[in-house]
């Protein structure tokens, strides 16, 4: 399902790794259009990625009875991108760092550090159920490609 | 989009020729699997040459963590070869650049293996 609002354009996806894909694809093609260099398309799409597995897996469990939400929209100033799970909630300030010593060895638990490290802002919103995670590249900060 | 994997010997030492995406699902798997097979074959020093590894997602580096420390618990030594800048970057913000033994060159990744 598809639902186009000027530049804003969003998507609701079953809990699946395809949806996963296809999330990181779109995020892709938007970041390619904002005109952004390549460095900077790869740490959106990835930012993107994670927080589609994230909703997916930790959010959703891959229950085909929910879905996954991904908007995507580039305001002139940002790209703006919002997934969003139907799953029990994640406060992030329970999540273990990953750069501590005693979890450097942990086989999980570096996505939404990756989330963090790639996008100027990250937001988190509790829906009761589910999560909405807002990333934001500014535009005026990511280098463009030419 | 999915990842290969070839094996090959060379002077005791198995390496690993990684290639595509090693992601969450299949990827991921790939490379799980093959460490498991190799362990349980006997072969216990690993080289995984990630040359051909043009992304890495969180799940990806879980298992290249993971098979670290497998191989390790179980009297072995893996190491990592040809990092892509991507892949090298990814590394150094996850504070796992100085984790792994992390090689450029095969021949002396081969001999930095104890026998």
Do not use: C, W
């Amino acid at each position: 399902m598809t639902e186009s609002q000027a530049s804003r354009i969003s998507y609701t996806l079953p809990s699946s790794l395809e949806s996963v894909d296809r999330v990181e694809q779109i995020a892709e093609e938007l970041a390619k259009k904002a005109g952004i260099d390549e460095d900077e398309i790869y740490r959106v799409t990835m930012a993107v990625r994670e927080a589609a597995v994230n909703a997916v897996l930790h959010g959703n469990s891959y229950d085909p009875e929910k879905s996954v939400t991904a908007t995507f929209e580039n305001t002139g100033n940002a790209l703006v991108i919002r997934i969003t799970d139907q799953g029990k909630g994640l406060d992030p300030d329970t999540l273990p760092d990953p750069l501590a010593p005693e979890n450097l060895l942990r086989g999980s638990g570096r996505g939404i550090f990756l989330i963090r490290s790639f996008m100027d802002e990250v937001h988190f919103r509790q829906l009761h159920p589910g999560t909405e995670l807002t990333l934001i590249k500014n535009l005026g900060t990511a280098q463009t490609g030419s | 989009m999915s990842m290969k994997v070839s094996t090959r010997q060379v002077d005791g030492i198995t390496i690993l020729d990684l290639s595509g995406r090693i992601t969450l699902g299949e990827g991921s798997v790939q490379l799980r699997d093959s460490v498991r097979d190799l362990l349980s074959k006997g072969s216990k020093h690993i080289l995984l040459n990630l040359g051909d590894v043009n992304y890495i997602d969180s799940s990806g580096i879980g298992e290249l963590v993971s098979a670290y420390t497998t191989v390790r618990n179980q009297g072995g030594e893996l190491k990592l070869l040809n990092l892509t800048k991507k892949v090298h970057d990814l590394l150094q913000i996850t504070k796992l650049y100085t984790v792994f033994d992390i090689k450029d060159d095969e021949a002396s990744a081969i001999a930095a293996f104890k026998s």
